[in-house]
């Protein structure tokens, strides 16, 4: 008998040009797939951003479907509720294994027919309208998921080793600013194409390492608010938990940190008058969003990219910089992999986020107007 | 010196040339291109054996190893001497987190940083005592449940934003010794250890492996042992003793 032992962990890796140049998925590819043996083949990922170029201005909905049937529902739901510009197949590879279909819709809210829908489905609040949108296909339309909902931006995922998926999608044709990519071992979740990371609503997009052992409670907690879990895996939460205390409420990364990473009860009680303010107002306005588990994560958004730990760091972050790109990974040797001389390595603490953005140049490049 | 080129060669691969180049009686082996391979070193016993690494060696690096000396030229990752009985292993850089998870024997020294819960469970047996020298900083849980052996730390990259350990700093430690250049503030000790100044039998301890990493990696012995070191002790060699049921 031959001895194996299974590495389990997942495998997150992500790189970001702060000014904005585009780059192909090979490099991203290629430093997730060095960590190849933290996965088992059940998932693997990509995001990336600055991919459409020439449809900057729309959001660009990327669908999976169990079936053509369920292409039908959806694109009927679509074409009333939105103005499509332009859509189509997604570019793919053959695959050896059964897999969805995969579309891709370049798209706008427009006015709706009647009142009442002009009501809930309200033009002006672009987002808003658009992450209801996907609500409701997610939750209402049997066997159709949007894997993603963003500008100029997209997720590829699926079921298979990160080389396949990204052989699969093609992403060496893609060119974008900003990569991250992950590398799945399920623990206590299905392995299926639509449980594959990254998770993304709007432009916010989660790769994670870990466990999210609060899942039930920030599923409720997220429900009070609008969203639906729907795609039976924990990091789910962290995607519409951004959506909500980053773009709803307005609060910055570093006080998001605060509220998933929080630091324990007994080292609040040694905090200065302000500071213990502060962090007690956090866990008792935001409880609901707290994660527990061990996690690392990495989170793009539109301008930018960030990683987090858990609040003990139970899962390993490395971070390493080279001109104007920063770098985070698993591991050391995937950032190695892809940069030589690298101008600077750490290794992020505790609860800690650290956030690069676009310059303000790289920004206008990608999005077209300021920040 | 028997050379050997990683390069995009799979770990288990790697290392079943590793060993059976020693079996083959090589001593003094050269791996380069080495980028995150698993397990290098891993059970090996013979003490007369070198391995001398060039590039990121990946999580696990000399786990069990019980002999050899394994010598890396680039940052370490995670798990570094996981459960070693014997042996040692220089790092020429940093190390990442849980490192010397374990160790029961042998010596390690890490030129820079290491990263979180570094030593923890670390343990003693009779004329085996494992010796961990960090040149830089550390995370939090250093030392946790440490139960024998010795740690020093010398914080030589510690400046105003980073401390040279992080929080639960020797958590249910309860044996060993840790000892640490500078002072250490008592917040980061929790409950369970506090710092007493060490003795000489204690400085003769620190001397002798200053100086041996002085030697290794060429840095100014008489600088770094002008500021005073500061010993972490357990405060009860049973810490967990009355967690459960109430005691005397």
């Known amino acids: ?371 | 010196m028997y050379e050997i080129d990683a390069k995009n060669v799979y770990y288990r691969a790697l290392n079943e040339t590793i060993r059976s180049a020693i079996k083959n009686h090589n001593k003094d082996l050269v791996i380069e291109n080495v980028c995150g391979q698993y397990y290098i070193g891993t059970g090996l016993s013979d003490p007369d054996v070198t391995l001398t690494i060039h590039g990121v060696p990946g999580n696990d690096l000399g786990a069990f190893m019980n002999g050899p000396k394994i010598i890396v030229h680039d940052d370490a990752q995670d798990g570094l001497g996981n459960t070693m009985n014997g042996g040692r292993i220089v790092v020429y850089g940093s190390a990442g987190d849980v490192l010397a998870y374990s160790m029961r024997g042998g010596s390690i020294f890490v030129e820079k940083d290491v990263g979180y819960r570094a030593c923890i469970h670390m343990k003693a047996y009779k004329d085996m005592n494992p010796t961990v020298v960090v040149g830089g900083c550390a995370g939090a849980f250093m030392g946790e449940y440490m139960a024998g052996g010795t740690l020093i730390l010398l914080g030589l990259t510690k400046d105003k934003n980073k401390a040279v350990t992080g929080n639960y700093l020797a958590t249910g430690m309860h044996g060993g010794s840790i000892f640490i250049r500078g002072e250490v503030d008592d917040n980061l000790l929790w409950n369970q250890a506090m710092t007493i100044k060490p003795t000489d039998e204690d400085y003769k301890v620190i001397q002798e492996n200053v100086k041996e990493f002085c030697n290794i990696f060429k840095n100014d012995y008489n600088k770094i042992m002008k500021e005073e070191f500061v010993k972490v002790v357990p405060k009860s060699t049973r810490p967990y003793g009355h967690l459960y049921i109430p005691g005397p």
Not at chain 1, 88 to 104: D, E, L
Not at chain 1, 351 to 370: A, F, H, S
């Open chain 1, 1 to 371: 008998m031959e001895l194996t032992k299974d590495i389990s962990g997942c495998g997150i890796a992500g790189f970001i040009n702060r000014d904005g140049s585009l780059v192909s998925g090979i490099d991203i590819a290629d430093s997730i797939t060095l960590m190849k043996d933290r996965g088992n083949g059940l998932g693997a990922g990509f995001a990336a951003y600055g991919i459409y170029p020439d449809f900057k201005e729309f959001y660009a909905l990327h669908i999976m479907y169990d079936d053509e049937h369920a292409r039908k529902i959806t694109e009927e739901y679509l074409d009333r509720k939105l103005h499509i510009e332009q859509h189509g197949g997604m570019p793919t590879r053959p695959i050896k294994k059964k897999r969805p279909i995969f579309f891709v819709y370049f798209v706008e809210p427009r006015e709706q027919s009647t009142k009442a829908e002009s009501e809930e489905f309200r033009k002006e609040e672009e987002d808003e309208f658009i992450v209801k949108l996907v609500m409701h296909i997610n939750e209402k339309i049997d066997g159709a998921y949007v894997v993603s909902s963003g500008k100029n931006m997209g997720v590829f995922k699926g079921v298979g080793f990160p080389d396949e998926i990204a052989n699969f999608f093609r992403i060496d044709e893609y060119k974008a600013c900003c990569w991250t990519a992950h590398n799945r071992f399920p623990t206590n979740t299905p392995g299926w194409w639509g449980g594959a990371h990254p998770f993304s609503l709007l432009y916010w997009t989660v790769v994670h390492n870990g466990e999210i052992s609060s899942y039930g409670a920030n599923k409720r907690y997220l429900e009070m608010y609008g969203y639906k879990c729907t795609q039976k895996t924990d990091t789910e939460v962290v995607a519409y938990l951004l959506d909500l205390i980053s773009r709803k409420h307005g609060l910055s990364f570093d006080m998001v940190g605060k509220i998933f990473s929080p630091p324990l009860w007994e080292e609040i009680e040694k905090m200065g008058k302000k500071e213990k303010e502060l962090y007690t107002a956090l866990r008792m306005t935001y409880g609901g969003a707290l994660l527990n588990g061990p996690f690392s994560i990495i989170v793009g958004y539109r301008g930018g990219m960030f990683g987090l730990n858990d609040r003990i760091k139970l899962r390993p972050l490395v971070a390493a910089k080279k001109g104007n790109t920063v770098f985070m990974a698993s591991e050391e040797s995937a950032i190695k992999y892809i940069a030589k001389d690298l101008d600077e390595i750490w290794m992020p603490k505790a609860g800690e986020p650290v956030v690069v953005n676009l310059t303000e140049e790289g920004y206008k490049k990608i999005y077209g107007t300021l920040v």
